[in-house]
């Protein structure tokens, strides 16, 4: 795998592909690849061909890696929750690509447009992650990776795999295919992917209401390899989503499409790595009510957002003597999007404009940066990186429903109080992280640093105007029921950290290995949330507000052998990740803190196969938010069991989630707002409800 000098894999190795390692998310330490660092993990292999098996969502191949939790967020992508910092504030790459969120309920993350049957590797680095990999973040880095270009040593080969999943507990179904043709200078691969799957049900036997979806995307990549040390690449990818069901909104996703094209290229310059890229990706995003929400058999409420994102990066990497390694780089990001609701003829609520939530907005980031790596002696290693961005926000003149109706009053006004503000906005963010790695020996790695990270406020953060009880209700990221409204004047987070972490093991092939990782970070401006109002169905009515966090935590992450026999070598393996939020302007905790939970795992492997017995342990969820009335969640304990492994061509991957069928809420799952629509809204509201066993078998096929 070639690395650029922005710091983070792109598909861009100019030899055939080689097999990494099957590192598991819990062992990845010292022996990782000298890419991630000592604080980081490393997710390839056998862990993302057990992962296929369990979902298509591409970040549920790192829910295993201590540190990492998931937001409930529709069958298709979870939204991404690292180290008590979630959504906007993770920075997540797909080759390096980022992607803007066009959707009021952050319906189409990042992740959304890849599907896991196309991931090589995920690289997760946490709080101290260098400037280069990427900015507009406070949490760090997650970048998913997708195959490298293939190219053959004379001739042309022709290959692939085709496979097919099965999940009984939505009786979801998928399917996915790669095709290669490879010559020594020039190749080209298709890859397509489909899924569909019901309402999920939960341990009790109810269906989870709002949790089916239906989605396929395809990509073709063209790549050239003039010289050894040159390469060049163009993937287009087009993805659809007919439905997706959100159990924990009160809309549903009823249309997406988007298309995007990536240019990339790379070569020698002087004595180092010039590497440029861009990228252009267009989003349509509707929404309405799907059955189990009432339907839009008499027009529902149709929600409709268009945006467009193109990017441009240029990035130099050079060793210096007597220096170091020295990178440096410049990028822009220029995000544009509509957002309007069409009017519903003869309902006296959504009539007779169009309501126009944002109108031509812009988000644009403008970036340099310079990074600094040094070995000042055989057991240190240091880097030492600055960035800093510009942002500049704007957004037009916007409509309510009516302006003269009584129900559109709250509206009417705030609108005429936004068009007449002052709306475009600059943040100058700076961004540094300072670390050094002492590795005594082979076995051992320390890491410890420091960073300050930068994020402005999203288009809807900033701009979401509506202060009805129904219009604010549409803005909301982060599935607890709750209505939005933005706030012009706020102010960029700045999250100003520590970390280190222990990295150790006895030396020794498939030994022992333990990792050890403290930190803590205070959030200047953090954007949390006031209470203005109240919904009609009790719920809050809250806008975005500046306000100082405090959040610490750590992790822990261990394996060791137990035996070997003729039936294979036994291993146990374990992971711990604890997390607090605390604003401290009121004292309350922040929203959706994952607790306390840990993972441990008996596996044996004989050769190609391997079976694992999992336990799973997640504590009690008492420290909530009240200004967001979030509901506790009991502990639970789930049993999994997993097996893989492969006969000539085939390859086999199959588990039981949940094998007792244990009834259990997800604490981050948010409010059941599918349920309590499809109940009629006269039950209380209740968390969504996990999954219930499930038996899931994955079978990959190459030619």
Sequence with gaps: MLFTSAGFALPAAAQAPTEL?????????????????????????????????????????????????????????????????????VGVLIDGQQATNYCPNHMNPVSSYIDASRVERVVVTPTLSPVSMGGDNIAGIISIETRAPAFSDGGIEIFGEAGATYRSVSNGIGASLQANAAGEKVSARYEASWNKADNYKSGSGDEVRSTLYQNYDQSLLLAARPADDVLFWVRISQQGVPYEGFANQRMDLTDNKSSSVQVHGEGPLGAGILTAEASWRSVDHEMNFLSDKGGAATGGMPMITEGEDTSLKVSYDTPVEGVGQIRVGAEMFRASMDDYWPAVPGHMMMSPLDYVNINDGERNRTGVWGQWEAKPAPAWSTLIGLRYESVEMDTGEVQPYSWTSMMSMPDAMAAMAFNAADRAREDDNIDVTAKATWRPSDSVAVEFGAAQKTRSPNLYERYAWGRGSMSSSMTNMTGDGAGYVGDIDLEPEVARSLAATLDWSDGLENGRVLRVSGWASYVEDYIDADRIGTLRDGLPMLQFANHEAELYGFEAAGGMPLWQTTYGDTRLSGTVSWAKGENKDTGDNLYNIAPLQGLFALENRKGAWTQALEVELVDEKDDISAVRQE????????????????????????????????????????????????????????QVAGPGRSFNLSVNVAF
């Design 21 to 89: 390692p099957p590192i598991e998310a819990q062992d990845a330490g010292p022996a990782a690849t000298g890419d991630v660092a000592a604080s980081g993990t490393e997710v390839t292999g056998s862990s993302i061909e057990a992962g296929l098996a369990i979902s298509s969502d591409a970040l549920q191949l790192i829910s295993r890696v201590p540190g990492v939790a998931l937001q409930s967020n529709g069958g298709i992508a979870s939204l991404p929750v690292l180290r008590g910092l979630a959504d906007d504030r």
């Design 631 to 686: 509901l506790r969640t009991p502990g639970y304990v789930l049993i999994h069991l997993r097996a893989g492994g492969e006969i000539g061509r085939v390859r086999f991957a199959a588990a039981v989630e949940n094998l007792l069928d244990q009834d259990y809420d997800l604490p981050l799952g948010g409010i059941a707002f599918g349920d309590y629509k499809y109940g009629g809204r006269v039950d209380p509201f209740h």
